[in-house]
């Protein structure tokens, strides 16, 4: 079965501090990878995507992640964060094989950046 | 060009009164997915169309939910009889036809008392 695993439910940073978000997933080939990002009271907007080719792939507002599929992880990273970076931030799996496209997300990490 | 718009934004009901949230997609995108998001979890694939056709409703909690798209454009999900278990935001999301990614509307937070 496909699941998507975020250990960390809260996470809390200085401003100006390097930060990285872990996620872990199960699949039993490589998925296309997401990560979204959620403020208080709107939708999920997108930050990146992977799919395949260079594992580490560029996203919105600096952030980047880094696909491995020998630890089956595609953990988020930014080199220097800014408060207004503060909202839940969401791993999710796409089984490329299956027409639907239908997104698998794990359970969140709360991000705050202290000012 | 718009994003996905959903109303209303929030709703608040007794335990057995029916709600219904209404989700307005990005203009030509054939597929529309309704998730639902409890609190402090994420969200979790209810039902999907592509054009007017429901592809997948397995995951429809019960048949108290059910949702349409009936021109394949906008698309309603209505709870009959809700429960406090339902309390949870409902999502709307889009995809054009080859593409890969899903655009969210900003969600309906239900409240049931």
């Known amino acids: 079965a496909q699941s998507v695993t975020q250990p960390d439910a809260r996470v809390t940073v200085s401003e100006g501090a390097s930060l990285q978000l872990r996620c872990k997933y199960s699949?039993?080939?490589?998925?296309?990878l997401f990560w979204y990002v959620q403020y208080p009271r709107q939708g999920l907007q997108l930050l990146l995507k992977?799919?395949?080719?260079?594992?580490v792939v560029q996203g919105v507002n600096s952030f980047e992640a880094e696909f491995s599929k020998s630890n089956s992880s595609f953990h988020l990273q930014k080199a220097s964060v800014h408060w207004s970076d503060s909202a839940v931030y969401f791993c999710?799996?796409?089984?490329?094989?299956?027409?639907?496209?239908?997104?698998?997300f794990g359970s969140g990490t709360q991000l705050t950046v202290m000012p | 060009e718009a994003g996905v718009t959903q109303s209303p934004r929030y709703a608040v009901l007794q335990e057995g009164q029916a709600v219904s949230f209404w989700c307005d997609p990005i203009?030509?995108?054939?597929?529309l997915y309704w998730y639902q998001q409890p609190r402090d979890q994420g969200p979790q694939l209810l039902v999907y169309?592509?054009?007017?056709?429901?592809?997948?409703n397995s995951q429809l909690p019960s048949d108290r939910f059910s949702a349409v798209r009936p021109k394949g454009t906008n698309s309603t999900l209505k709870i009959q009889s809700a429960k406090q278990g339902d309390t949870a935001t409902y999502l709307c999301?889009?995809?054009?036809?080859?593409?890969?990614?899903?655009?969210f509307g900003p969600g309906t937070r239900l409240t049931v008392l």
């Open positions: 999301a889009s995809r054009g036809t080859g593409a890969y990614e899903q655009y």
């Open positions: 699949y039993s080939a490589t998925p296309y």
């Open positions: 992977y799919y395949s080719g260079d594992p």
């Open positions: 203009s030509g995108h054939d597929t």
């Open positions: 999710a799996l796409s089984p490329p094989c299956v027409c639907s496209w239908q997104l698998i």
């Open positions: 169309f592509r054009d007017e056709a429901v592809i997948d």
